[in-house]
């Protein structure tokens, strides 16, 4: 049953996506970024909607998301799209450190392009990283947070990875507060087998840092605190990962 309805779900998110993707043109014609990112926000919200009545996928928030509109930068591990979704839908006007390739995907590319996320080129270098946070330093400048996975991509519930070191060059060279998230969403959601089970995501808000602790250790200390909380988070969920290959 929980199979069929995670298939349910995926169906009528493709259709809830095209819904709404038929809005494109108007907001091609509108052309505001405050009017693309809230449209994208209702979509997300919608979503998360779907999740919890679709597939009894439901969420909960250890400590307080700041609603005090102030830029700053997120900082969370990444094991599916759920993250994604959520923050998009409970961060007003958040914008995503994203790999430049998806903006080639038809209607979503022009959403990443125009919200605007924060595109990058992979493996370019230092080039990539300038570019990077030259982008950030401008949504910053507007007000907007800034969302990075420090992985730099999905990783398994049981899984670690070394920190790209971008995020400490953001952290330095963009001069606000980095606010450290931890969660277990891939112990609901997996991406690889397109398959996701109901239950209760813990998204916690950790800690919030202030600007000028040196990037070395500012690099150091996050991932340990990160991959320390989703640890305790992935054992709270009583999840065995050999179910994703059993689904």
């Not at 809230?38 to 999740?51: I, K, L, P």
């Not at 969420?59 to 102030?70: Q, S």
């Not at 000028?212 to 988070?233: C, D, R, S, W, Y």
């Amino acid at each position: 049953m929980q199979y069929v309805r995670s298939k349910v779900f995926s169906v009528l998110w493709a259709i809830w996506t095209l819904l709404l993707g038929m809005g494109t043109p108007a907001l091609m014609i509108i052309n505001k970024g405050h009017v693309t990112r809230s449209f994208a926000r209702a979509w997300a919200r919608g979503t998360v909607w779907g999740m919890a009545h679709i597939i009894g996928l439901k969420y909960r928030i250890i400590g307080a998301l700041p609603d005090d509109g102030k830029p700053r930068i997120i900082v969370c591990n990444h094991q599916s799209t759920w993250e994604t979704i959520i923050i998009a839908a409970l961060v007003k006007d958040v914008s995503f450190v994203a790999k430049r390739e998806l903006t080639r995907i038809p209607i979503f590319g022009w959403f990443m392009k125009n919200y605007p996320m924060i595109l990058i080129d992979r493996g370019g270098g230092r080039a990539t990283l300038v570019d990077m946070v030259n982008q950030a330093k401008k949504g910053v400048n507007e007000g907007r947070p800034i969302l990075i996975f420090p992985e730099g991509t999905r990783i398994g519930v049981d899984q670690t990875k070394p920190y790209h070191f971008g995020v400490a060059a953001l952290y330095k060279e963009l001069g606000v507060p980095a606010l450290v998230l931890a969660h277990n969403s891939g112990s609901f959601w997996n991406d690889k087998f397109s398959t996701r089970h109901a239950g209760t995501v813990t998204l916690k808000v950790v800690e919030e840092i202030q600007p000028g602790m040196p990037q070395k250790e500012f690099l150091a200390h996050i991932e340990t605190v990160i991959n320390h909380e989703k640890e305790l988070l992935r054992h709270e969920a009583g999840v065995d990962e050999k179910r994703w290959a059993a689904a």
